[in-house]
Nanobody, 114 residues
Framework: VQLQASGGGLVHVGGSLRLSCAAS????????MGWYRQAPGKQREYVAG???????SYGGSVKGRFTISRDTAKTTLYLQMNSLRPEDTAVYYC?????????WGQGTLVTVSS
């Protein structure tokens, strides 16, 4: 499974971005799909996740501002980010866990300017 993340960029405080993560390769059923981020000098942190059953969860700092979703074919994962803050600046990574393994995308940079 290969993951290609996109949608990052430069945005002003209060703005919005939508990240996408396209999965390709052999057919798979995922157990978990999620987004993580890593800011300069900090550890990677959990942003949002989506289970096979449709349950979602969010890191505390993004609750109410970010929304995770996927397309019906289950091949593309999205992260809608609203009300962006400077502290949201980071490289965002998508992650998919299937029965065959744990896969990561290459990361997409989000920069929020004040």
């Amino acid at each position: 499974v290969q993951l290609q993340a996109s949608g990052g960029g430069l945005v002003h405080v209060g703005g919005s971005l939508r990240l996408s993560c396209a999965a390709s390769g052999r057919r798979f059923d995922f157990n978990f799909m999620g987004w993580y981020r890593q800011a300069p000098g900090k550890q990677r942190e959990y942003v949002a996740g989506l289970t096979l059953g449709g349950s979602t969860s969010y890191g505390g700092s993004v609750k109410g501002r970010f929304t995770i979703s996927r397309d019906t074919a289950k091949t593309t994962l999205y992260l809608q980010m609203n009300s962006l803050r400077p502290e949201d600046t980071a490289v965002y990574y998508c992650n998919i866990i299937t029965v065959s393994g744990n896969y990561w995308g290459q990361g997409t940079l989000v920069t929020v300017s004040s």
